[in-house]
Nanobody, 115 residues
Framework: QVQLVESGGGLVQPGGSLTLSCAAS????????MSWHRQAPGKERELVAG???????RYAESVEGRFTIYRDNAKNAVYLQRSNLKVEDTAVYYC?????????WGQGIRITVST
């Protein structure tokens, strides 16, 4: 069973930076796509950034220019480098990965942007 584990969450001040990490285990296959989603209090889960084989990258408009997604395919890992964080970036962030036609999700990690 594929497992995704996120790390790097916590409390950060507005304007600060924080990098999230996600590592996949339990598969000998390379994940063909990995992405980050988030769910803010009282809101639906949304796609933040995605990285698909072939170099295809997608960002939500709200994070364009502030967040960077990158992968380490050798480790089946994905990272989300975030800068100039805003209070509205506060959410639980989830990592997801695609193996074949199966989509797997991490448990989520909480990020709070506050003074």
């Amino acid at each position: 069973q594929v497992q995704l584990v996120e790390s790097g969450g916590g409390l950060v001040q507005p304007g600060g930076s924080l990098t999230l990490s996600c590592a996949a285990s339990g598969t000998r296959f390379r994940l063909t796509a990995m992405s980050w989603h988030r769910q803010a209090p009282g809101k639906e889960r949304e796609l933040v950034a995605g990285a698909i084989d072939g170099g295809i990258i997608r960002y939500a408009e709200s994070v364009e220019g502030r967040f960077t997604i990158y992968r380490d395919n050798a480790k089946n890992a994905v990272y989300l480098q975030r800068s100039n964080l805003k209070v509205e970036d506060t959410a639980v962030y989830y990592c997801s990965g695609l193996v074949g036609s199966n989509d797997f999700w991490g448990q989520g990690i909480r990020i709070t942007v506050s003074t």
